[in-house]
């Protein structure tokens, strides 16, 4: 994928509160055309994803944004969410007026089917969360890979330990089928045995996913002075109090989730801070120069005693199968931080 000026962006997500994070940098992005958001199961269920994610997009001012929620199990096991994590409703400590715009009518992956037809070559899925909706919007669209311009998944450890079981990061680990179903169906159409590594020269080969696992997710970490400076930007306290008593609701919301997440990754991270995996990479479907990727074999363990839900690469190649996604194996984590609090602290401002 090649850096767009004006990017059209469906996100598929598990709102949680790095996923509220990327909303938020979505929304104060100007080169960002929020397309809709689709709810997925992950880090709460379902129906408290779609709640979070309107109160977070009215929060930020955009109301309008079409969310709409999709399957809300995943595909073949049951739904396993993570409260210590997110806390019980999934943005931590923050409290956040009831959403007052009604869910989409539309079903998740229709609506991604739809949307993609619409515009083909012009749609950027981001996920950031489990691959359930989009598994099943590729097993409705074949053509899917070849309709979106380009598909950015936050999920997976390629060269790291993981985060839910010793070698397996969350987002697949809760339905593993779905992302198994994604990478292949993303991946070369034909493969031809006797072609070894080489590329598939058919034009109609669809851009290879982006991934971007633990690795390079893990390098993003907020820590208390950028949520300062992001609230200097913003004219207020840390936690949120202008000058005059009266509360900037967007620094006041940022400090309550945060602070769930800081005490989170506090016990079991080793640091005062937070992972913010998604937002990098919502911020890498808007900018890819934010990552370095290698083309790589990826396939997903489904039938592992320890391992199901570990994203096995072929690191030496010795699979002999062409590469299906393009791994993140170094990000500018330092470029990206200080976009984040330029954009949200700007945003904030304004609310
Ligand atoms: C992923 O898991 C979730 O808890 C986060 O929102 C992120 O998408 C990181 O493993
Ligand atoms: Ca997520």
Known sequence: MSETAGTHLLVDCDTGIDDSLALL?????????LVAVTCTAGNVDARQVAENTRAVLELAGRPDVEVAIGRETPLARALVTTPETHGSRGIGYAELPPATKPLSPRYGPDLIVEEARRRPGELTLVTLGPLTNVA????????????????????????????????????????????????????????????????????????????????????????????????ARAGCAPDGTRPDGTVNPIVRYLADALRFY???????????????????????????TLVRTEPLTVDVELGGRLTTGE??????????????????????????MARFIERVGDLAARR
């Open 25 to 33: 940098y979505a929304v104060a992005s100007s080169e960002c055309d």
């Open 136 to 231: 099943l919007a590729v097993l409705r669209e074949p053509e899917l890979p070849r309709l979106l311009r380009g598909l950015v998944i936050m999920g997976g450890s390629y060269r790291s330990p993981g985060n839910t079981a010793p070698t397996t990061e969350w987002n697949v680990n809760v339905d593993p089928e779905s992302a198994k179903i994604v990478f292949e169906a993303f991946g070369p159409r034909q493969v031809d045995s006797r072609a070894s590594t080489a590329e598939p020269t058919d034009s109609t080969h669809p851009t290879r996913p982006t991934a971007l696992g633990l690795d390079v997710t893990e390098r993003a970490r907020m820590l208390p002075e950028h949520l300062a400076a992001l609230a």
């Open 262 to 288: 800081m005490e989170f990754h506090s016990r079991y991270d080793g640091f005062y801070g937070a992972f913010i995996h998604d937002p990098l990479a919502l911020a890498t479907a808007l900018d890819p």
């Open 311 to 336: 994203t096995v690469t072929d690191w030496r190649r010795v699979w002999g199968r062409p590469p299906n996604v393009d791994v993140a194996v170094e990000a500018d984590s330092t470029r990206f």
